[in-house]
T-cell receptor
Framework: AQKITQTQPGMFVQEKEAVTLDCTYDTSDPSYGLFWYKQPSSGEMIFLIY??????QNATEGRYSLNFQKARKSANLVISASQLGDSAMYFCAMREVGSTGGTASKLTFGTGTRLQVTL | DTEVTQTPKHLVMGMTNKKSLKCEQHMGHRAMYWYKQKAKKPPELMFVYSYEKLSINESVPSRFSPECPNSSLLNLHLHALQPEDSALYLC????????????????FGPGTRLTVL
């Protein structure tokens, strides 16, 4: 069974608009972390934002915020005021603490969403 | 500073060649990772080193041989590769602190684009 599901293969958004990229996850580990990465066409995976399973508040990092709904097992990324430079592939990933006993993090990635920002 | 460097950026090699990919970080991280990424797919974990010891090998063929000479360096030795091994190879590192296990963020390098002829 897929542990991380990103159901939107591609999304379009107009410049300066907000966009939500969906991510749902499945785990029985009570302690886990959720991550979003951006991958431009150059290939580098850029860390954007992190949400811990025990965090009470939604994470925010500049124009990025994470809409964390634990009961629904969703961790959607919201990008506000989109810019042309936001055009990239976006990956949601999860780390389950129990997977390696905490000494190194094994990430499970979703299939990604390609975001295109238009004028 | 969250920089992970990788060399070379591009590599073209024949099936009989031996080459190495190099990865370096100076963030004091104690875990380092190799991923393979095919076009339009998510990264696939290959190897994990934790405190300079190999802790995860995801059943990678022996033509890929990782090496961690010290806590800052990670190499991937390549020998007798196949054309299907052509991909983007990404290195990452993370702090690997047990106390903050769930926040162990991985930081990636820019990758090496490998083409096997």
């Amino acid at each position: 069974a897929q542990k991380i599901t990103q159901t939107q293969p591609g999304m379009f958004v107009q410049e300066k608009e907000a966009v939500t990229l969906d991510c749902t996850y499945d785990t029985s580990d009570p302690s886990y972390g959720l991550f979003w990465y951006k991958q431009p066409s150059s290939g580098e995976m850029i860390f954007l934002i992190y949400q811990g399973s025990y965090d009470q508040q939604n994470a925010t990092e500049g124009r990025y915020s994470l809409n964390f709904q634990k009961a629904r097992k969703s961790a959607n990324l919201v990008i506000s005021a989109s810019q042309l430079g936001d055009s990239a592939m976006y990956f949601c990933a999860m780390r389950e603490v129990g997977s390696t006993g905490g000494t190194a993090s094994k990430l499970t990635f979703g299939t990604g969403t390609r975001l295109q920002v238009t004028l | 500073d969250t920089e992970v460097t990788q060399t070379p950026k591009h590599l073209v090699m024949g099936m009989t060649n031996k080459k190495s990919l190099k990865c370096e970080q100076h963030m004091g991280h104690r875990a380092m990772y190799w991923y393979k990424q095919k076009a339009k797919k998510p990264p696939e974990l290959m190897f994990v080193y934790s405190y300079e010891k190999l802790s995860i090998n995801e059943s990678v063929p022996s033509r890929f041989s990782p090496e961690c000479p010290n806590s800052s360096l990670l190499n991937l030795h390549l020998h007798a590769l196949q054309p299907e091994d052509s991909a983007l190879y990404l290195c990452a590192s993370s702090p690997s602190r047990k106390r903050e296990a769930s926040t162990d963020t991985q930081y990636f390098g820019p990758g090496t684009r490998l083409t096997v002829l």
